[in-house]
């Protein structure tokens, strides 16, 4: 929805970060508003309250704070690990799944200070514009919606110089032009010598997973409980949500664990190179993946792994707040009721492997998986089974062979004449 032409009072979505920090001066010298900040504590690791300081020396006539972290954690983290999800096979959704909760939040806070516009810092090329704008117009189609980056056509450069001309504060010069975004599930960087997919990543910007040469020598071994597919303990300790995933990240990234560098299909139609820290979440969902492959039978995995992909994609394309979103997310929880257990992980020079696994509810017989005297296997009800299950196969293959080779000329006559010169058989 297009702004007014006169909003009378603003509420934007506050980071701390260049955009948003141009965006408060900005938006009250376009439409002469106010503008009340918002600040969502979803996990960021940043100073919050030097931010919300910025935020008033830079105009706003006030900055509100919510902590969220709870609530992204158990209404938002939780199901994305149920989901395995990790859109194109490599990201786990971090920023992604933090937007519609500070959309909601943002929503919820416009109707408390009776704003009749809210705002956010997302440029025109991205994919966070979406799952701001395609999530407030879905719960507030009254709330008009502000984009100044977006409307304003600025890149990194003139942000910069707006700021300088204006006496903004900010802590983003030309030497250091990464745009940063960090929440609980993880830690994305984008900018720089970053935008070029031929240029390594720089160990410069990593600070989750420290750097490569201090990464210890000697592999560390983590224990995760699960129950209904939520980790619920680390090394037999029950904790709550937001301290696991913060010591998962903090030990998990400690051994390198959770570097991504790859190239993304973003929702707008371009290709990005993307990189990101997600320890915590690549450990957790590699902890998952492999209880979920002791207590689930093949097919349910088969149809799981559709299901987990498509949620990743809802996720990513800001469709959060769908009838789809819910409805695959119901899936997920009904598969969820035996993945409970435990699942070591060995973390080690930037990898996080499942090498052991236990659960009262494991398909697993060792019985019949054993290959010693003790298997109650009958191996001899194999041979019938294997004729049976190719039986259709066989029939169906042999038919299709003779129809290929009575409708293709060519290769009848290269069979006919590689015939023609071998021997007789004897």
């Keep these: 929805m297009a702004a007014p ?3 009378r009072h603003v509420l934007l979505a506050y980071s701390g970060g260049l955009d948003t920090s141009v965006a408060i001066s900005w938006i009250a010298e376009r439409y002469g508003a106010s503008v009340t900040t918002l600040t969502v504590d979803v996990g960021q690791q940043g100073e919050l309250e ?3 300081a910025r935020a008033k020396r830079n105009g706003a006539r006030e900055a509100r704070f919510v902590d969220a972290k709870a609530a992204f954690a158990q209404e938002f ?3 994305a690990v149920t989901a395995n999800a990790l859109y194109q096979g490599a990201y786990p959704l971090s920023t992604a799944l933090a937007r519609p909760l500070i959309a909601r939040t943002l929503v919820e806070v416009a109707r408390q200070v009776g704003a009749d516009a809210v705002a956010h810092g997302c440029t025109g090329k991205g994919n966070d514009q979406v799952r701001f704008d395609v999530a407030i117009q879905t719960l507030a189609p009254e709330l008009a919606i502000i984009a100044p980056v977006r409307e304003w056509n600025m890149n990194r450069e003139d942000e910069i110089r707006y700021a300088k001309d204006h006496s903004l504060e900010i802590r983003v010069t030309p030497k250091t ?6 929440n609980l599930w993880g830690r994305s960087i984008e900018g720089g010598i970053l935008e070029d997919p031929d240029r390594p990543a720089p160990e410069e910007v990593f600070d989750w997973t420290g750097r490569s040469d201090s990464w210890p020598a000697s592999p560390e071994e983590v224990v995760v409980t699960f129950e209904r597919g939520v980790p619920v303990a680390l090394d037999g300790r029950r904790m709550d949500p937001v301290p696991l995933v913060r010591e998962m990240n903090q030990r998990a990234g400690a051994n390198g ?4 560098d790859h190239v993304e299909d973003r929702v707008v139609g371009i290709k990005s190179r993307e990189t990101y820290e997600c320890p915590g979440a690549v450990a957790l969902i590699e902890a998952h993946r492999a209880l979920e492959s002791l207590v689930l039978p093949r097919d349910l995995l088969s149809f799981k792994s559709l299901i987990d992909r498509r949620f990743g994609e809802v996720v990513y394309e800001g469709m959060w707040f769908s009838p789809l979103r819910e409805a695959l997310q119901a899936f997920l929880e009904r598969t969820q009721e035996v993945v409970s257990g435990d699942v070591t992980l060995r973390l080690f020079q930037g990898n996080a492997k499942a090498t052991r696994r236990r659960s009262p509810y494991s398909l697993l017989a ?13 191996q001899d ?12 196969n066989e029939r169906a293959y042999g038919r299709g062979k003779e129809s290929r080779e009575r409708t293709s000329p060519s290769k009848g006559r290269t069979k006919r004449a590689a015939r023609a010169i071998l021997p007789a058989s004897p």
């Design 5 to 7: 032409i006169a909003p």
């Design 50 to 52: 030097g931010a919300l």
């Design 77 to 79: 983290v939780w199901p």
């Design 177 to 182: 032009p990464y745009s940063i975004d960090e």
């Design 257 to 260: 664990v959770g570097r991504i």
């Design 366 to 378: 060792p019985e019949l998986a054993t290959y010693a005297a003790s298997s109650t296997f009958r």
């Design 381 to 392: 009800a194999a041979v019938g089974f294997i004729h049976l299950y190719g039986l259709a």
